[in-house]
């Protein structure tokens, strides 16, 4: 059975930081690109990164520089580390999975067919 477990997600005051990790069960994640997305209430979900089969990362631009994504091959899990974090980037945090192997990444949120159970990130003093 394919499955995505999120993991990590707390309570941070603003400037802290936290690592999500997103494990992959039923398939192997470096043949796919693996996306963050975070939705906050009343919001769209929106793409926060991803890492693409290929090894390429990207990121939106509000955490450009804050956000880091990597992947760990022989646990089949990808993280999401997260510093300098404001109370706009709270929200509760999903890990998803391409819809096709090794295709153009992308952070569309239309791409992605298979989604974890999602993570909350509560930044607050």
């Known amino acids: 059975q394919l499955q995505l477990v999120e993991s990590g997600g707390g309570l941070v005051q603003p400037g802290g930081s936290l690592r999500l990790s997103c494990a992959a069960s039923?398939?192997?994640?470096?043949?796919?690109?693996i996306g963050w997305f975070r939705q906050a209430p009343g919001k769209e979900r929106e793409g926060v990164s991803y890492?693409?089969?290929?090894?390429?990362?990207n990121y939106r631009d509000s955490v450009k520089g804050r956000f880091t994504i990597s992947r760990d091959i022989p646990k089949n899990t990808v993280y999401l580390q997260m510093n300098s974090l404001s109370p706009e980037d709270t929200a509760v945090y999903y890990c998803?999975?391409?819809?096709?192997?090794?295709?153009?990444?992308?952070?569309?949120?239309?791409?992605?067919?298979?989604w974890g159970q999602g993570t909350q990130v509560t930044v607050s003093s």
């Open positions: 998803a999975k391409r819809r096709n192997r090794y295709t153009i990444p992308t952070m569309n949120v239309g791409s992605y067919d298979l």
């Open positions: 890492f693409s089969s290929s090894g390429s990362t």
């Open positions: 039923g398939f192997t994640l470096d043949s796919y690109t």
